[in-house]
């Protein structure tokens, strides 16, 4: 019996990722560390985005990817409960108010880019 068929696909170059230009379909070939990188086709000059690593290791653990996301999503919700409650209070003053929510900015954006990572690894499931 021949249970043991696992299709060990040869693995190209580890560290470069191919892939097509969507906007003109030139191949380019990048750097592994790229991945996820915004970066402009030498071609047609438009701003790609370097897909993940996906083949083998996009589908590895997007799980875990998931969960932080979803508990940072959790720990914002509550710091913003947290503040909102504060505020009310009035124990803040206004200086102390807005550096907090500079702080806030920077975690949503954060997020958003978090958001946008696990999404490029996990296209159409
Ligand atoms: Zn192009």
Redesign the pocket.
């Known amino acids: 019996m021949n249970t043991n068929d696992s299709a060990d696909a040869v693995e190209p170059t580890v560290t470069d990722i191919l892939f097509e ?1 969507p ?2 379909g ?1 191949s380019l070939e990048i750097d592994a560390r790229g991945a996820g990188y915004l970066i402009v ?1 030498p ?2 000059h ?1 701003e ?1 985005q370097v897909p993940a690593w996906n083949a083998e290791h996009g589908s590895e653990a997007p799980s875990e990817d998931e969960r932080h996301r979803v508990e940072i999503e959790e720990m914002l919700g509550q710091l913003q409960a947290k503040i909102a409650r504060l505020e009310h209070q009035q124990r803040l003053d206004d200086q102390c108010i807005k550096r907090i929510g500079d702080e806030l900015v920077l975690i949503q954006a954060a997020l958003d880019r978090i958001t946008e990572v696990v999404e490029t690894r996990n296209p159409a499931s």
Do not use: P, S
Request: aromatic share 0%; net charge neutral.
């Open positions: 230009c906007q003109c030139k086709c071609d047609c438009n790609i």
